[in-house]
């Protein structure tokens, strides 16, 4: 489904405050959910959570943080609940025996990675990843979740997008109040430019580290040349204009909801519009695993990376978390 135009800010009319009483429901209840007491793994467990319902760039930060764990010797796993997947038990990741329709998306290109559990209840996930043998958790998304306990958590922040409207769901996008997801969160991760002056709705004291999306290698490739460009991601804005940092020619571009189901019939009727266009058709890594496997060599993947504007600041996050790490006997 797509968001509500008046989620992302501005006048939105009558539908905010037509829908303000159950948003006050949705909020109660989310407050009440958060009293809970989850399970405390014995390996530390780092959440990359955001305030909003969508994509912020949880997944890109929680791959970054798996590699940094990686470089320092420890047997990260990451978990997540698996959005849009059907398995619901903990279960490992396998990307060739699960689809999206199985794990979701994300989980796909988090296994590509390390090991990557999905499970609907995040403390049994959790205890499984640990029997298995992670001797760290990084979860993708979760800070509205009390099932497992927290080491550190980040509160991920579009900054093209910021908390929308400001109003919890369903009168904006928020799952909570903001105050509320930053006192669960240890410090802020800005993702691109402030362009909606969300760092102004944190509290004063909060740690704000900044990073941006950049280009993978493959971008040099299509520098001058024309790209039909297609994505179903929460903020295609972001993907159109990655491309254009490359130097590529955004010939044509088409946006789906997020987590769209792609079926043959997009596809070729994608690939058409690209020959028309005389455009390679391009997509993101994530939108990339829901193609149906019979057109995927005919289609160009753009990765993007994380680069922090403060690297050392990160790596001082991770210090006592590795320090946690149980050394195996």
Known sequence: MRAPEFWSGGNGGLAPILLSPFSALYAAATARRMTRTGWQAPVPVICCGNATAGGAGKTTVALDIGRRLGNRGINAHFLMRGYGGRIKAPTRVDPAVHDSTAVG?????????????????RGAGARAAVAAGAQAI?????????????????????????????????AGPLREPVAAAAARARAAVLIGTDETDALAQLPPGLPVLRAKLVPGPEGELLAG?????????????????????????????QAYADHYPFDEGDLRDLLAEAESLRATPVTTRKDFVRIPPAFRNRVTVVTVR???DEPVAIEQLLD??????????
Not at 105 to 121: G, H, K, N, S, Y
Not at 140 to 153: A, V
Not at 320 to 328: E, H, M
């Open 306 to 308: 994380l680069e922090w």
């Open 320 to 329: 006592p978390i590795a320090a946690r790490v149980p050394v195996p006997a």
């Open 105 to 121: 998306d994300e989980a796909l290109l988090l296994a590509a990675e390390r090991p990557t559990w999905v499970a609907a209840d």
């Open 225 to 253: 040349q024309p790209v039909f460009a297609f994505c179903g991601i929460a903020n295609p804005r972001k993907f159109f204009a990655t491309l254009q940092e490359t130097g590529a020619f955004l010939a044509g571009r």
């Open 138 to 170: 990084v979860m993708d998304d979760g800070l509205q979740n009390p099932t497992l306990e927290k080491d550190l958590s980040l509160l991920v922040v579009d900054g093209s997008y910021g908390f929308g409207n400001g109003r919890v769901i369903p």
